[in-house]
């Protein structure tokens, strides 16, 4: 059970030490703005796909695009609005964490609360107007991140990285939604593998770089309660599927095939590479950075080689 009296105890102490932060730095740290942008990558790596899949120029869906965008921003600000409102406890003890507006005191439980949830209901309705299928992935990646993931698997089980990984790969299911109802296509299914499997490598590199964190907020992360050398066989596991999983847009395009497949296996080289001659905390901090040039690369490919499909051939 969480303690509020500790939570209370831990902001005071926090709060004290922080200087007073402008509103509009209060708000982006609230909202988590950094992984707002990240993850409307991966919303219009969905549009883009689906414009591409159906023959369908942008300027002919652009309302629903900008609605989208828009939507999806506020739902995920949300997400991360009450993750931090609910986490004020754990955060308080972390070092990456206790400054967050929400530990600080520089944002109260209550204003906190009516932001998220003003966030969430404005950016479902405007998904909605969109498409009523995009406003049902953003509800259900909302829900599964704020119920499932922050506030039971997280504090509970090791397994929280894999109920959050299904909430973390709702973006590309919402930007597909929004133009197309129809879900059954391969390509579809691999952008949402790929959103899934990516998850964990990605997080469990996190975990060991803030290991005595996590151990210290009691946060029962798979290198906490198991060890450095299960999350390094885990890890491999996942990224052995994650390069299964690229042949899923062999139907899309074989060139994006390849880099899905080489960039996956490059980073399955380096886990098994780097795991031999590097500490825990360099083969971790190594992996995190190539985690997050793979997505970024690969979505990036996507969504270049789908809009100048729709554009221009």
Known sequence: MRSDAKINRNVQEASLAMPKQHLSNVLAETIKTGI????????????????????????????????????????????GTFNNLYDRDIDSVMERTKKRPTVTGAIQPKPALVLGISMALTGLIILALASPLAA???????FLYVVPYTMWTKRHTIYNTEIGSVSGA???????????????????????????????????AIAIRKYDEYKAANVPMLPVVKGFKRTYLQTNVYLTALIAGSLLFIPLNIGITIVAF?????W??????????????????????????????????????????????
């Open 36 to 79: 707002i942008k990240s993850n409307l990558i991966a919303v219009l790596a969905g549009l883009a796909l689906a414009l591409y899949i159906n023959d369908i120029s942008p300027v002919e869906k652009l309302p629903e695009i900008l609605l989208t965008l828009i939507g999806a921003a506020l739902v995920i600000g949300s997400a």
């Open 136 to 142: 049902f992935f953003g509800f259900c990646g909302l």
């Open 170 to 204: 709702m973006p590309p299911l919402i930007g597909w939604a929004a133009i197309t109802s129809d879900l059954m296509h391969l390509e579809l299914l691999g952008l949402f593998v790929i959103m899934v499997l990516w998850q964990m490598p990605h997080f469990y």
């Open 262 to 266: 080489l960039l996956s296996s490059a």
């Open 268 to 313: 399955l080289a380096l886990s098994i590479i780097g795991y031999k001659k590097m500490s825990p905390n360099k083969w971790a901090t190594t992996m995190f950075i190539f985690s997050l040039n793979h997505l970024t690369i690969l979505f990036v490919v996507i969504i270049a080689y789908c809009l100048i499909g729709t554009l221009f051939i």
